[in-house]
């Protein structure tokens, strides 16, 4: 029997979702609240140039490869993939390093950096892999309603494999010692989740995703996934209904029963959200059917924010690469600004995508396209002049390292910061990422995927189970769905 699935919001793991619950045998209406689909990777073009609005790092291609294999389907059936080597640049006080493709020419680099080390990088990363395949075949695929999910002899195991109770810097730092390479190894637990000491060691699995899985692009921009998810939901029969904001989740006895969208009730016999978990809880439901209060997301401790500019530059930049981190001031510090002191940053590390050196379409000819990231604290407040001083900030830093002044040759300007995560996709206190990924936060830990209150009700992405990032939002939404599914059966056989 057919049942009428409702999904909130149109990012990764709506659309996961949505098209698992169609493949399911169910009638899926998705309602997004902005005029595009794609939510937090939404896409906008100007004069020529075309600016992915949010993810740009291409990681864990086997996550994408088994979500569209699940229907089916290839990737190459909807974008087409090219790895990047070398798979980004770093820039140090004393210059830059390229991070290769290739496995043994970045072993020679970290020989060069620390006597020994590439031997040591080989075990790390072949503990990486350990951690990546169990993660990926045992964890990250299960709700997490309980610890008891997790209680069987054989995953009791694996977890001390996975180093869970052993600090993400203390690790790193049993196998190097040379402070570059450190850093090259924290860099991705420091921008997407939080500080590195505060950050379980299992996550060393990002490094085996990085170095050995590689880092890709799929041409066109990364929106080409949402495109390829759209295309794949719609051929499953689902239907997409933009520009339709959710006002409230129908509950009647205990149940869910539909959603309010734009003044219209919609009748539904489960609802998935996949749109900002405090939002859905905190204003969409009344508060007998909230399993968290304020002071409960209040005390949740945050992934960082973002403050973005998107650039369009009359010319080509010189010394940029795909991908490029600037680690040319103090990684600690910033480190603590973000996490520790909650303030804006003095001097911080920030990141350079220039896709137009990879990808011509998104750019006009002869000029770049220029997105610029810099991680600061959530809930911060701006001055008037708080975006134009960090830009000027970072820019003169490029410059001084690329050796070109680009200031004089941009001829298209945007940013976007925490009031535009508010606005745009309701986040809890302008987060970025979601949750951070510390010890007190993982698995089941995080808010729940499913409703304690409400029958039929459950939620998808970044503020619950598995986590932030592109790859654990797609698993998410479909581990969402088989649950919502499950209920649904149950709920026939009831009837």
Known sequence: MAHKALI?????????????????GHEVHVFEKNADLGGRARKFEVDGFVFDMGPSWYWMPDVFENFFERYGKKVSDYYQLHRLDPSYRVYFEDGPMDIHAS????????????????????KFLDEGQIKYEIGMNKFVQKPSHSIMEFAELSIAKDAIKLHILKSFKAYVAKYFKNDKIRQLLEFPVLFLGAKPEKTPAMYSLMNYADTVLGTWYPMGGMHEIVKGMVSLAKEKGVHFHAGAQVEQIIVENKEVCGLMVNGEKILGDSVIAGADYHHVEQKLLAPEHRMYDEAYWDKRTMSPSSVLYYLGVKRKVS????HNLFFDTDFGKHSEEIYDDQQWPEDPLFYVCAPSKTDPSVAPESMENIFILIPVAPDLAEEEN?????????????????????????????????YEFKQEYNSYKGNAYGLANTLDQTAF????????????????GQLTTPGPGVPPSIISGVVAAEEAHKYLQKRTLAL
């Open 445 to 460: 830990l995080k808010p729940k995927l499913k409703s304690k209150k409400v029958s039929g009700l459950y939620f998808a």
């Open 386 to 418: 708080t975006r134009s001083h960090y830009l000027k900030l970072v820019l003169d830093r490029l410059e001084a390292h690329t050796g070109e002044r680009i200031h004089d040759d941009i001829i298209y300007e945007r940013s976007f910061a925490h």
């Open 103 to 122: 496995l043994e020419e970045l072993k020679k680099s970290f020989e060069a950096l620390e006597p020994g080390s590439a031997e040591l990088f080989q």
């Open 319 to 322: 010394g940029l690469l795909h």
């Open 8 to 24: 909130i919001g149109s990012g990764f793991a709506g659309l996961a979702a949505a098209t698992e619950m169609a493949h399911l």
